[in-house]
């Protein structure tokens, strides 16, 4: 079985300014409120609680955590298409939606794979990425990728990309803000653990370097910022506000 949750903020909508915070640093939506692997994974064992009680002998809930191509499985279980961004897509609602997967023995009528492409000859996303991270439509780099760069590795960030980051701190939404079915469909997650929870209440260019790691994992700790911890976010932050002087802006293409 294969879900998708809406985890975008209510307080901003793409198209509306929703490319960050106004003029401060930025962390990606899905960043602002509770971990979803806490979140969604607990709603997915409730399912598969319930599919137990239908008489499955499996039901393992999967969400961003094991070795399972949840975009395909989507794409096959009718959910969607992948985007040029390399995004799912919903059509009619979008792409600020997480993956959740239960794999059960319990035999279950398929819903038929969604055969659609809805991208058309649009190119927003690949013109929009500030690091040039898509080699090619549904190709990325993912070592140009700011989500990469701020949340996955532990490395400095290379100087050629740092002055490309746009203020970015901790994960990346151009690709998703940019997308005509976002700014056209996404409706706010009902949801409240995905709100904007303010625990960044602060544009300070310190607001790290002066955190203990008892602060951080009071305020962070089941929070994504965690992945990145608190030695990885204060490299992010003084990349963040050194790309945000530096003045870059990608002109490599229409931009929101
Ligand atoms: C690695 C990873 C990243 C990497 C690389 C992303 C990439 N585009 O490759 C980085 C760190 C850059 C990243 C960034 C982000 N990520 Co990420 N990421 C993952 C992760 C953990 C694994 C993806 C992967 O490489 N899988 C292995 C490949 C082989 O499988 P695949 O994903 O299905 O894709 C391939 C197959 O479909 C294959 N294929 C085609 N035909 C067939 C046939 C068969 C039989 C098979 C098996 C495969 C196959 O072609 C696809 C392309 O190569 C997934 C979670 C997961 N387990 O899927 C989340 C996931 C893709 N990320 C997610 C999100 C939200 C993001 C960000 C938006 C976060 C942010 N705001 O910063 C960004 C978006 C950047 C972007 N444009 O991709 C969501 C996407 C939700 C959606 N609606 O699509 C996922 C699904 C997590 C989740 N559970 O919700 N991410
Ligand atoms: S998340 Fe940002 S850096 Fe990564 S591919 Fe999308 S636009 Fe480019
Ligand atoms: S921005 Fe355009 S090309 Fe990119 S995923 Fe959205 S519809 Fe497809």
């Given at each position: ?238 990349a963040?506000f050194r790309s945000?002087r ?11």
């Amino acid at each position: 079985m294969v879900v998708l949750e809406n985890y975008l903020p209510a307080e901003r909508l793409p198209g509306t300014g929703g490319r960050g915070q106004g003029g401060s640093v930025k962390v990606a939506k899905y960043g602002r409120g509770t971990d979803y692997h806490r979140a969604l994974k607990a709603r997915l064992e409730l399912l598969a609680a319930w599919l137990c009680e239908q008489g499955a002998t499996i039901a393992h809930p999967w969400t961003d955590s094991g070795p399972v191509p949840e975009r395909e499985l989507a794409q096959r279980a009718g959910l969607g298409w992948i985007g040029k961004n390399t995004m799912l897509i919903r059509p009619g609602s979008g792409s600020f939606c997480f993956i959740g997967t239960v794999f059960t023995d319990l035999p279950l009528e398929p819903s038929p794979a969604a055969d659609l492409d809805r991208c058309g000859s649009c190119t927003r996303c690949l013109d929009g990425c500030p690091t040039e991270a898509f080699v090619e439509p549904r190709v990325l780099d993912a070592t140009r990728c700011i989500s990469y760069l701020t949340i996955e590795s532990g490395l400095p960030i290379p100087d050629s990309l740092a002055d490309r980051l746009e203020g970015w701190a901790f994960g990346c939404d151009i690709c998703n803000d940019i997308c005509p079915w976002n700014v056209r469909f996404a409706e706010p997650s009902g949801r409240p653990e995905y709100q904007d929870r303010g625990a960044i209440g602060s544009d300070d260019p310190d607001f790290f370097e002066q955190m203990t790691p008892a602060e951080f994992a009071a305020r962070f700790g089941d929070t994504p910022l965690e992945r990145s911890g608190l030695p990885g976010m204060r490299r992010n932050w003084r990349a963040a506000f050194r790309s945000r002087r530096s003045g870059h802006r990608w002109a490599g293409g229409a931009r929101a």
